[in-house]
DNA sequence: TTATTATTGCGAATATGTTGCAATAATATG
DNA sequence: CATATTATTGCAACATATTCGCAATAATAA
């Protein structure tokens, strides 16, 4: 199943791109120009988060929000890092901070969902 | 209003002290002999929740977890501590591990949910 | 240009969690 | 114990997020 280039792939990685931060399904759709279908629009991040180019993060909403992967902009982040959920501006952030644990013994770890969530510098100073 | 007995309640929280681990709103009803509605048991959880009984923990598959608060067992544990979620007996338990993290300037932090996941050391054994 | 098949749109299905409302039952009070 | 007050429950309906089957479309290979 080789992956082919569409024009709703590319409006869903810009999306991404030029927000910077981690989206969900409905606010991709809604900064997206042309129409595309939901379901479609879960396909493609789906797609991506497999191939690598993005990564998903779960909030404590239960929602999934979606983001480049690593090297998002100047400073590379961590494999594991923080997530920052802002419940003004309700944007998800990935955080530059690695995620350090360890585990009892005989466990294995496959994944790690850290999302800590309060209000984001911008909505913090918009309030003085 | 002022909080009144239930059979409900009582079964509930019977359950999840049982079990000393998180659980969801199916698990707890499967594990429960009497019949008691969804809603019920999400109102339920809910309570415990407002009053500080219990804790929510979402989890990458997008759920609610419940568990005790804090001196669930023998050991006490740090106000945010991990969770782990085994991806093959489908349980949570909170890990006695303090979640280490700083945020940039001006951000406020309000509440913390970090879940790692993979395999316990039960299934993992179990695989030998 | 044509064939192959990845991708899309649409509608329906699934799943989790909440809410309005009337019925039930826990508690307080005399 | 009898009665009043109101927290709690059950039920059905609702809301929202995400997935799935299937036929139509379109990107790429030949
Ligand atoms: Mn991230
Ligand atoms: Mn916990
Ligand atoms: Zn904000
Ligand atoms: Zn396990």
Known sequence: MKRRNTPTKEAVLDVLITTGKAMSQDAIEREIDININRATIY????????????????????KQ??????????????????????IKCETIECLPKEVNFSLPKDYLIENVNCVLSGVCKDCSQLAI
């Open 65 to 86: 929000y979606f983001a480049m992967c690593i090297n998002c902009d100047e400073n590379p982040k961590p494999l594991y890092h923080f997530h920052f959920r802002c």
């Open 43 to 62: 396909r493609v991040l789906n797609r991506f988060c497999e191939d690598g180019i993005l990564h998903r993060i779960v909030a404590e909403d239960g």
